[in-house]
């Protein structure tokens, strides 16, 4: 949802806006992301750090070996307004990736998924042939072409020290292109097979941004008639990255499947689907973008520092709201979620002595509802002190 927020009504992606208000903030509200993904929200902050140069390095992860899922996880609205606009698909994806991630993995795995939603959306057919030239033409092509974009090539020359980035990015595709060429082969197989064979059963590789978007696809073809088999084989293949690969399953049926929606078991899970009504809005949005005319008027990018400030206005507010300031169905306003209502607040005892987790929850006028936590002390008086 934020990097569709970030997508402007000529369908380019605007990385100002995302990198600058949208991940830093999305740390407000985040359930479950990636280590990656969280360094790098908290180092955008810093007065250096631009979004092409958004450099980190901790004692746990280092943002050049950052090849996780992450990027990819969240490019799905960029492939779908690119489905005629390959060159820009590149070049977007690039930008989305290297913001929170370094290694070719990461970057890499966000074309093969989004090109394979790009594929499905536009095949009422998938033959494998067809489909592996397809991808590999996007993958073949696709640092040349980031390479034109001004601020990527800044990016590149700063990594590709003796040009030993560019040998790693080839090698990579090397690596995707090795795990597809044997993809037929396994499809008669267990899938667990598969996994092994891409190493997403891997301690060290299973959140790999190049093993999780080829699991998935793998899924997709061949459970393509059957498609929940596919998403119940994707959720429940113990050790592997389930939620991540699920999802990038549920993209690629949605993407190629239109009557999957009219199944009951599927309705009922849309029925059930928190935000369902903000989904289609941005599906709505999207769409129009791609085929039609949006009715509003396009935004420009935005200045760091003004983006900093906003987020500052925004953290001075959700600590009166953690202070009892505000109350139950107060309003607030969110720099990218814009107006919404305080809906409830409760205070949960945390396992660590003398502290407390105060959470509210928030509904958005645009549909979206958000849970914000605070981690407080809270010292406890003994009997003997009240008395």
């Given at each position: 949802?934020?990097?569709?927020?970030?997508?402007?009504?000529?369908?380019?992606?605007?990385?100002?806006?995302?990198?600058y208000?949208?991940?830093?903030?999305?740390?407000?509200?985040?359930?479950?992301?990636?280590?990656?993904?969280?360094?790098?929200?908290?180092?955008?902050?810093?007065?250096?750090?631009?979004?092409?140069?958004?450099?980190?390095?901790?004692?746990?992860?280092?943002?050049?070996?950052?090849g996780?899922?992450?990027?990819?996880?969240?490019?799905?609205?960029?492939?779908?307004?690119?489905?005629?606009?390959?060159?820009?698909?590149?070049?977007?994806?690039?930008?989305?990736?290297?913001?929170?991630?370094?290694?070719?993995?990461?970057?890499?795995?966000s074309?093969?998924?989004?090109?394979?939603?790009?594929y499905?959306?536009?095949?009422?057919?998938?033959?494998?042939?067809?489909?592996?030239?397809?991808?590999?033409r996007?993958?073949?092509?696709?640092?040349?072409?980031?390479?034109?974009?001004?601020?990527?090539?800044?990016?590149?020359?700063?990594?590709?020290?003796?040009?030993?980035?560019?040998?790693?990015?080839?090698?990579?595709?090397?690596?995707?292109?090795?795990?597809?060429?044997?993809?037929?082969?396994?499809?008669?197989?267990?899938?667990?097979?598969?996994?092994?064979?891409?190493?997403?059963?891997?301690?060290?590789?299973?959140?790999?941004?190049?093993?999780?978007?080829?699991?998935?696809?793998?899924?997709?073809?061949?459970?393509?008639?059957?498609?929940?088999?596919?998403?119940?084989?994707?959720?429940?293949?113990?050790?592997?990255?389930?939620?991540?690969?699920?999802?990038?399953?549920?993209?690629?049926?949605?993407?190629?499947?239109?009557?999957?929606?009219?199944?009951?078991?599927?309705?009922?899970?849309?029925f059930?689907?928190?935000?369902?009504?903000?989904?289609?809005d941005?599906?709505?949005?999207?769409?129009?973008?791609?085929?039609?005319?949006?009715?509003?008027?396009?935004?420009?990018?935005?200045?760091?520092?003004?983006?900093?400030?906003?987020?500052?206005?925004?953290?001075?507010?959700?600590?009166?709201?953690?202070?009892?300031?505000?109350?139950?169905?107060?309003?607030?306003?969110?720099?990218?979620?814009?107006?919404?209502?305080?809906?409830?607040?409760?205070?949960?005892?945390?396992?660590?002595?003398?502290?407390?987790?105060?959470?509210?929850?928030?509904?958005?006028?645009?549909?979206?509802?958000?849970?914000?936590?605070?981690?407080?002390?809270?010292?406890?008086?003994?009997?003997?002190?009240?008395?």
């Amino acid at each position: 949802m934020s990097v569709a927020r970030s997508i402007n009504t000529s369908g380019g992606f605007v990385p100002e806006y995302f990198a600058y208000l949208e991940l830093p903030l999305w740390m407000n509200y985040e359930r479950g992301g990636g280590r990656s993904i969280k360094t790098a929200a908290r180092n955008i902050l810093k007065r250096k750090s631009q979004w092409f140069s958004n450099f980190y390095r901790t004692n746990r992860v280092k943002y050049e070996n950052a090849g996780a899922n992450g990027a990819a996880m969240r490019n799905l609205p960029i492939a779908l307004v690119n489905m005629n606009n390959e060159r820009r698909f590149i070049i977007d994806t690039f930008k989305n990736s290297i913001i929170t991630h370094g290694h070719p993995r990461a970057i890499i795995g966000s074309i093969l998924i989004g090109g394979a939603q790009m594929y499905f959306l536009k095949h009422e057919k998938i033959e494998l042939d067809s489909f592996r030239d397809y991808i590999y033409r996007l993958l073949q092509s696709s640092i040349k072409i980031a390479r034109g974009d001004e601020n990527i090539a800044i990016w590149l020359t700063h990594q590709n020290n003796n040009s030993v980035y560019e040998r790693t990015y080839e090698n990579t595709i090397k690596e995707a292109q090795y795990f597809m060429d044997h993809m037929e082969k396994y499809l008669p197989k267990e899938d667990e097979q598969y996994y092994r064979f891409t190493k997403a059963l891997d301690r060290n590789f299973k959140g790999s941004g190049v093993s999780t978007a080829i699991c998935a696809i793998y899924l997709a073809l061949k459970y393509i008639e059957t498609p929940e088999n596919a998403l119940f084989r994707a959720a429940n293949m113990v050790g592997s990255d389930t939620d991540t690969i699920a999802s990038f399953v549920g993209s690629l049926i949605g993407a190629f499947d239109n009557d999957v929606l009219s199944s009951r078991r599927v309705r009922h899970l849309i029925f059930s689907l928190q935000d369902k009504n903000y989904f289609k809005d941005i599906g709505k949005f999207l769409w129009e973008i791609t085929f039609g005319s949006p009715d509003f008027i396009e935004e420009g990018t935005i200045d760091k520092t003004e983006a900093f400030l906003k987020i500052m206005a925004w953290e001075i507010g959700l600590h009166e709201m953690f202070w009892d300031a505000l109350e139950e169905g107060n309003m607030v306003v969110h720099p990218t979620l814009g107006k919404g209502t305080i809906q409830n607040k409760t205070i949960k005892e945390l396992r660590r002595d003398n502290y407390i987790a105060k959470i509210i929850k928030i509904n958005f006028n645009m549909g979206q509802d958000s849970l914000f936590s605070f981690t407080s002390f809270h010292r406890r008086i003994s009997a003997r002190e009240h008395k």
